[in-house]
């Protein structure tokens, strides 16, 4: 079974920052891509930013671009994501989703709240 777990949301400003880590445990070996994605209240869950982790590509979803910088750790089986300049419309919960071998796994979820 593949485990993950995210950290790093919380509350701030908006122009603020936050850096969120996702870290995968378990059953993780083989692992295609990990991502995030988010869902604000009302909404339906939507893509933020995704890279695999062999060779380079990274995508991210266009109203992220220029703000937001996935990376990844091959080691820890980790993935973060580093969020700045944020605005309320980025108010949501966040989830990890990673690709593997073992087919397609998700998080808890981490709240990111940004006030106006």
């Known amino acids: 079974q593949v485990r993950l777990e995210e950290s790093g949301g919380g509350l701030v400003p908006a122009g603020g920052s936050l850096r969120l880590a996702c870290t995968a445990s378990g059953r993780a070996a083989g692992i295609y891509a990990m991502a995030w994605h988010r869902q604000a209240p009302g909404k339906e869950r939507e893509f933020v930013a995704r890279i695999r982790f062999a060779g380079h590509e990274i995508l991210y979803t266009d109203s992220v671009k220029g703000r937001f910088n996935i990376s990844r750790d091959r080691v820890k089986n980790a993935i973060y994501l580093q969020m700045n300049n944020l605005k309320p419309e980025d108010t949501a919960v966040y989830y990890c989703?990673?690709?593997?071998?073992?087919?397609?796994?998700w998080g808890q979820g981490t709240q990111v709240t940004v006030s106006s």
């Open positions: 989703r990673l690709d593997g071998v073992t087919g397609a796994h």
